[in-house]
Nanobody, 121 residues
Framework: QVELVESGGGLVQAGESLKLSCAAS????????MGWYRQAPGKQRQLVAVMTSGDASNYTDSVKGRFTISLDNAKNTAFLEMNSLKPEDTAVYYC???????????????WGQGTQVTVSS
């Protein structure tokens, strides 16, 4: 149905930057929103940032002013620009998309496989 493929994770030092990408493919009648979640070891998955197809965005407080989410609607791709990274940003980052796969189908949430971001101090 819907596949999300993430890329761009890696190991960086504190203060450096990374840019994550998430490309959606498959049955994409309408993408309502795309976002990024993260899960650190021993912690619950939390929302990092989300953007709707109408360009409304929301960020968790800890990343405001450092992270920027954007969507390329023509390419069905979401990006997360992460600047001034901190060790506490270390986590597996998951792409999420709320997608209506066909005109007659309800919208569902889909997840990518996750990409590791590690920030060393």
């Amino acid at each position: 149905q819907v596949e999300l493929v993430e890329s761009g994770g890696g190991l960086v030092q504190a203060g450096e930057s990374l840019k994550l990408s998430c490309a959606a493919s498959g049955s994409l009648f309408r993408i309502n929103a795309m976002g990024w979640y993260r899960q650190a070891p021993g912690k619950q998955r939390q929302l990092v940032a989300v953007m709707t197809s109408g360009d409304a965005s929301n960020y968790t407080d800890s990343v405001k002013g450092r992270f920027t989410i954007s969507l390329d609607n023509a390419k069905n791709t979401a990006f997360l620009e992460m600047n001034s990274l901190k060790p506490e940003d270390t986590a597996v980052y998951y792409c999420n998309a709320n997608v209506k796969p066909w005109s007659w189908a309800r919208a569902n949430d889909y997840w990518g496989q996750g990409t590791q971001v590690t920030v060393s101090s």
